[in-house]
Structure formats: structure tokens, C-alpha cells
């Protein structure tokens, strides 16, 4: 579904005696990878505190591809169903098939090439059916080796799915996102609205996950350091955008209707994650780890045979908003 | 996963000046229509029976395809969570890409292809967990035109999804549709009963679906009279297969423990349905009908992060079995 402008083609083998010795440029792997870490402990701090059950950690290596991952997962909080942060680091070899589906395609190569990515992701699911879902993700992709990369790029974004509409939230959400985007590039805001609502669409139901964010990839038409400062930005705004939200919602009151809808919408959540969600798919065609691949997915998901809302109820005004994108920012 | 031997590979163009007066011919489509739809409601008949709920029937088409669906729905019964039997019949013309995404590749064509379609698919979800799920489909299959088929075959099966190994029952299954098999093919069975395990299975988990049961397609090895009456078989034994076992298991007892693990069963059956069946991944991408094409998913599927059962338990048990197929006739 997703539009991308593929940017690092790239046709020629890496030149594999790569000295090690340049710091400056090694030290940026280990910058983007610092940040994720940090990031990934805020994040998780903030979390913990507003639900009061802590974190457990899991550190895992997949050989393969040579990637550490440092899992911290929330289970049955006080407010949250399922938290996942994630971190991980890879420093690894591509064959070309692995690289045309590790990118959708945008990468061509013909020969092995050598990688290097650091992502945080995270994935937020409550128990009240009034907050919403969240997701982000922040990544930073090298190509070559950390002494002479050949190309490099940003890709992230944050994404909010509830089960009910208040326009207020969305509208925070998506205006503490704004903000940021806007003090780098005013293209990148509308740009990234619109990626964010084409991505997550689950082009079978003609309507989206959620009600957007923004979302962006092969990021790199600035130089590294300013959009290094606009990932890091982007992602310790997560909190900002995000947590306001649940203090608002997470006292509000419930009934087995509104939980049942949830459990509908969960299922919709599944059906874009294991059918459309490009990091997904190829957790899964890859031999990804199971656990930490469908990690983001809902606890509870219902289907039910032509479920459609009643006209006018708070259930059908939610889909309208997410058949028919809107400006929120 | 699956390992289709492509019998009907068809590169050239029906021509499509046929004449529709050979009545022995055009009789074999409505015969086979026929038998879809008695054999639809003798099922239906047997199910409402046990459960005391009734169906409800919708009748649509879909014009693009021209296609006549005959669907019937029993929901939230006393014994069942959901059960779909239902009829489509489609006399319409397949364009190259279709045919060859309807058929799993086999059918390979330059130009656009005239079809002729009558099939039977039914499953059912109970309440109890003791109560196993089953799936059934059937369907005869045509190319050309109605008084001058270029190629027929036949394509069915059906297979038990318990979420608890109760060992007769599974024999019992196997056992009915082994009898049925021998008496057409001493091969069938032995083939069919592999075909099932290999198509039912979840790759990233490396377990199948269920306990299988049998699948066959591209069936034209043997005289058409003599399939059909082999597919008329199959698809009539159904209720022989399955109720013995639902009325045995429908008064378990069961806690709060085994409505969990059913659950979580319920979510590897919903990435068996979404990521590898080629019904409904072809029914996703065609824009079928997604009541119709999603009517197989359980009600309520759940997922937690890294659920791996106790050594030794019922549920350890279970997952044995679906990772490593078993002889049961």
C-alpha cells in the first residue's frame, strides 16, 4: 500500500577490506544505537511509573543475522495490557533477496552487502477500551561498513489506534508530532501525515489501523546530523504525545459493549499486522524470532460475521474517521 | 507449503463460440450444483438438529465475477460460537493473473479463460473447548465452456482443529475418510492425509493447524462419474466425521484455564487463515466479499508474548501432536 521513494539503489558489491580505524564515522553506529538505548529507557520509565508494574527484560542474539535485541515487555498491568519497547542492533551481511524484502523492494543488490540498523520499537495496548493503541518506531540503516558507508537513512514514525474517537486526543497526538516535523522541514509533516494514513491501511476493509501519525523511510535529503537530532527528537517525543492521552481516558467508565468493540477492533489490528505490516511479513517469511515478531499484536481479538455499527453510534464514527482520513494538526 | 501437482496447465484460448445444446454436458454443471446444495443443507439440517439454533441464509452475488453465493450462518448457538456453510457457484471467466492466483500458480494461461465453479465449504467453532473445531470443502471445477470442458478436476477435503487431544477422536476422523478413500484408491488416503498436514501449516510456528484429516486437488485421474460420486461421498460423511465427536464432548467439563488455551489455539488458527490460506488470501486480494472470505476465523482469538505450555501438560500434549503429525488410520 505504501508509496516509497526508493532512494538507496544501490548496484555494486561493498568493497569488503574495510578499515576500522576512522572513529568519527564508527562512533555514529554507536551513537544511533546509544540513543535507541536511552530512548528505550525513558520510554519505558515513563510507562512504568504512570501504570506501576515494572518491565521485564529479555537480551537475545539472533546468529543468523548477527542482531542483539534487548525486549522489555509490560504484561497485565494496572492500566496496560501489553507494552512492548524494543531495541535492536544488527550488524550483518544481506543476501539480495533479503535486502529487496528487508525494504520493500527500495534496495537492489546483486551481491551480499553489509548492514548495520539500530531500531527502538514499541507497542502499547490498555485494558480500557476508551485509551488507545499506540505504535512507534525509530530506525537508523547503514549500508557498507562503519568506516565508508555507502548510503544511510532515517525511518520511523508514531501512530495512534483507538476504539473510540475523542478529537481532542488525536488531534494532541498529532499536533505534539507536527511540531516537531515543522521545525525541520514544513514539507515533512503533511508528507508524513499522508505516508502514515497510507501504510496503515488495510486495503481489504478499505479503512485504516488507526487514525495515523506520521510515518517516513530512506529518510536522508539533509545532512546526517540534523536528521539524527529529528529521530531523536521524534522518539523522546513519544511520551509527550502519547501519555497525556491515557491519564485523560484511563478512569473513564466501561461497559462489556465498549469492550466487545474493542476485541473488534483488535481484530482489525491483527488482520493489518499479519496481512500488511512490512516488518511483519518478513519477521515471519524470515524465521524471526515468533515472540518478538507478533509481540505487537492485541491480547483479545474478536470476528464476528458482517459486523457493521449502528448508524450515527460512537462505534460507526469511528470507522467513518478511519475510511475517510482527516487533518487533525 | 503446499506441493500441488499441476495437472491442468492450460496455454491456449477456449474458443468461445460454443454451442450449450449438449444437455449430457451442460447436465454435469447442474448436477454438480445440485449435489453442493443438497449436501449444504443435509449438513446444516444435522447441525441444527444437535444444537437446537437455526441458520440464518443470505444470498448474494457478486456480479464481477458472476458469482451466486449461498450462505447460511448459525451464531452464538447452544453448542456452537459459529458455524458457515456455504454454497458459491461461478460461471464467469478467469483473466490470466486470476487464474493463476485462484489456483495456486497451476493454472497457467495467456489469454482470458472461461471457468465453471460449484463448491461447498462449511466450518465450525464451539463453545466448549473439549468440542474440536472442523473445516470441510469440496468443489468441482471447470474450464472451457459448459458443452465443451477443456479440463475438469475436483478438490475437497476436510480437517479437525481440537484445541485438546483426545485420541479417538482424532482416529475416528481419519478413520471415516480413510474408509471412504479406500474404496475409491488405496493411494488416496496415505496422499491425501500427507497433502493435509503439509497444507495446514504454520510455517513461523512449524505446527500445523490441527490433526488434519485429508485434501486433495487437481483431482482428474480416474473417470468423472466416478470422482464425483468419490467428492459426493466425502462431503455427505462430514456429520459422520465430526458429530460423534462433538456429542461426545459437549458436556466436558472445562475452567477457566482450557477457555484460555482455546483462545490462544484460536490465534494460531487466525495466522494459519490470514497468512497461508490460499482461499483467503486469494478472497483478500480479490476483494471478495470479507464477511464471506474471513467467515472461518474463531470469535475470539488471543496472543501473549512468548505462551509456551507446562512440560507435560494436556496443552504440551496437544502442540506434539501439531508439530509432529501422527498415523491415525
Known amino acids: 500500500m505504501m508509496n516509497v521513494s526508493c532512494t538507496p539503489t544501490i548496484s555494486h ?3 569488503s577490506t574495510c578499515s576500522l580505524e576512522d572513529n568519527e564515522l564508527q562512533s555514529f553506529r554507536a551513537r544511533a544505537e546509544r540513543m535507541m538505548r536511552q530512548t528505550q529507557s525513558t520510554i ?8 506501576g508494574t515494572g518491565f521485564t527484560e529479555e537480551v537475545w542474539t539472533s546468529p543468523d543475522l548477527n542482531t542483539s535485541y534487548t525486549d522489555r515487555v509490560l504484561r497485565n498491568g494496572n ?11 544488527a550488524q550483518s551481511t544481506f543476501s539480495p533477496e533479503t535486502a529487496r524484502a528487508a525494504t520493500g523492494g527500495c534496495l537492489k543488490v546483486d551481491e551480499p552487502l553489509p548492514f548495520f540498523v539500530a531500531s527502538l520499537s514499541l507497542v502499547i495496548h490498555a485494558h480500557n477500551p476508551m485509551v488507545p493503541s499506540a505504535h512507534g518506531h525509530y530506525r537508523y540503516f547503514e549500508t557498507g561498513c562503519d568506516a565508508a558507508p555507502q548510503h544511510w537513512w532515517f525511518g520511523g514514525g508514531a ?18 508530532h507536527r511540531e516537531i516535523c515543522d521545525r525541520y522541514d514544513p514539507s515533512y509533516y503533511p508528507r508524513f ?13 478499505r479503512e485504516r489501523r488507526g487514525v495515523g501519525g506520521i510515518f517516513f523511510d530512506n529518510l536522508n535529503d539533509c545532512d546526517r546530523e540534523t536528521l539524527f537530532e529529528f529521530l ?14 491515557v491519564r ?13 468493540w474493542k476485541q473488534l477492533r483488535a481484530g482489525r489490528y491483527v488482520e493489518f499486522n499479519l496481512i500488511y505490516d512490512r516488518g511483519t511479513v518478513f519477521g515471519l517469511k524470515s524465521g524471526g524470532r515468533i515472540a518478538s515478531v507478533l509481540r505487537g499484536l492485541p ?29 487533525w494538526a
Open 13 to 15: 558489491l561493498y568493497n
Open 44 to 51: 519505558c520509565a515513563a510507562l512504568e511509573k504512570l501504570d
Open 79 to 89: 492500566l496496560f495490557q501489553m507494552v512492548a519497547v524494543n531495541v535492536a542492533v
Open 159 to 176: 501512530d495512534l489506534t483507538p476504539n473510540y474517537l475523542f478529537e481532542e486526543d488525536v488531534a494532541h497526538f498529532h499536533r505534539t
Open 193 to 205: 501525515k499522508k505516508w502514515c494514513d497510507e501504510y496503515f491501511f488495510i486495503a481489504h476493509r
Open 232 to 245: 531523536t527528537e521524534c522518539a523522546g517525543a513519544f511520551p509527550l504525545s502519547y501519555l497525556p492521552i
Open 248 to 260: 485523560k481516558r484511563q478512569d473513564l467508565p466501561f461497559t462489556e459493549r465498549h469492550r466487545h
Open 299 to 327: 491480547q483479545h481479538a474478536r470476528w464476528e460475521y458482517q459486523q457493521i455499527p449502528v448508524e450515527g453510534s460512537e462505534e460507526a464514527k469511528m470507522v467513518d474517521v478511519l475510511v475517510t482520513p482527516r487533518e
